[in-house]
């Protein structure tokens, strides 16, 4: 791995075409100025709402008018401050756009208690009878469900402006980890430095050189752990702004609240943790075989990347990546892959590293943007999956976005990893169909075994570890860092086995997951990979109909609720068989790769 470029030396043709949302940055300021006062003036529709059908749809008109201007705004603010978090510039305008929301927030806090001041069969007959209203249909349905927890106009406005102090513990974590934070070089015995960062840190465990994976993994959570108080500090806030708003909006736990959302019931949520427990068996059988295979007596966290076999030091350019995943996904039809082709010649995807780009990656944009993909490609195989993951979550938006209004083109969390996954399913089940060398079938088998290690078990005991911090935190128990620690090491215990030696270093892995100052959002990346299973199969069972159905979920937006959407493409997540049969799936393959071994 070489030196980190700095931004300005990255090809214009490998970032993301940022300039088709604002074509400079006094574009944006001009935006953000006439934004600024359509906030400022919303409070001239205050007690306006109940005089009239047509003044309440005046009001829902400008009040979604000012939210899609100022998603456009966060969109730009926010991604440029992301591909280099050290730019202050950046920072300063994603602080604005921030901020400019939570003062909407408030603007408009009257508005919601007003529209319920109707009353429910009042708001009911109106929306049956007034047409200009059908366009608002869901989001008055919703707040009609979600009732019992909207507060009166005073408090609603109070919790909107608490809302950007509640962001600080994520912000600074960010901040910190991504631009702040700098590693020590790990040594090798030979002498050979390598440099150690937040981004590079899975590449470099990846590495058929125990040596290397040992240095850099204890020197990258040796300086994390110098930092443990800090860290147990911001994911304490976390907890605490999550347990302050579920108990303002009377919920009986800051999960209720998250799940509440999407209309979630909690079962799922415990059904899941249930169905991986019961599968660890399969878990501890996988890790067995994973110490077998590399010929180790002990088998260490730092050997968990690392791959089975040689074919998995292959690296991969951008464009052979472009390929693989067009071939993988032409299950979905001609339609899918011209908008996948779409997004490769029209700089959807900012493509690799650069010193301060925020690490990992993501899909994101906004109703009048084209979908954007951040990635921090370094050639890899997992690079590649990471690639059809997310233009599956980028063309997932597109499809919504084109056939939603704006008032439900964003699909909610809850399916928000069903179309990324699904990509990820299809694209291993064809590798794995047009391979004939057994050393890469090996590793094609360990790969997909991986994923659901990181995205079934592996996102699961998060899952459990976020349910567990946050019932000690409303139970009043300080959080603090050793704490936090010994709860990580416990379940990293469980869920790994006894043939994974879970080093004392793996107890600080909690202080470098982003998405914990998420609350309750990782449980998803579970389900949603168990729907995606379901649906891959499904597609390539039954041809063009399963297609035509996984369509009809693409372009859901959020016009139903998640449970439903999954429904019309033929998966009842409510129900335990769907992660049942992907844990069976994952035993299955591990007898397959125990056989090749």
Known sequence: MGELLERGQIATEDTWNLESVYASDDQWETHFSEMKKRVEGFGVYRGKVRESLSCLKAVLDEAYAIERNLGRLMVYAKMRSDQDTSNTFYQNLSSRAASLGISMDAASAFLRPEILSWGEEALKEALAKEEGLSAYARPILEMIRTNAHTKDEGTEALLADAGEMAEAPHKIFNVFLNADLSFPDAVLSDGTRIPVTNSSLVTWLESDNRELRREVFGTYYAQLRNFGNTMAGLLEGNVKQAIFFSKARNFTSSRAMYLDRSNIPEQVYDNLIGAVHRALPSMYRYVALRRKILGLDELHMYDVYTPLSAAGSRKYTIEEAKRMVKEGLAPLGEEYLEILQEGFDSR???????????????????????????????????????????????????????NQPYQTADYKIFVAEVASTCNEALLITDMLAKTTDPEERRYLLNHFLDTFKGTLFRQTMFAEFELKIHRMGEQGIPLTADLLNQTYLELNRLYFGPDMVSDPEIACEWMRIPHFYTPFYV??????????IALSGRILREGASAVEDYKKFLKGGSSLDPIDLLKLAGVDITQEQPVEDALRMFDGLVKELEELA
Not at 351 to 379: H, I
Not at 523 to 532: H, P
């Open 523 to 532: 449980y998803q990346y579970a389900t949603g990979f168990s729907a995606a």
């Open 348 to 402: 959807w995807i900012d493509v690799y590293p650069n010193r301060g780009k925020r690490g990992g990656a993501y899909s994101w944009g906004c109703y009048d943007s084209q979908p954007f993909v951040l990635m921090n490609y370094q050639g890899t195989l997992d690079n590649v999956f990471t690639l059809a993951h997310e233009m599956g979550h980028s063309i997932h938006s597109w499809y919504s976005r084109r």
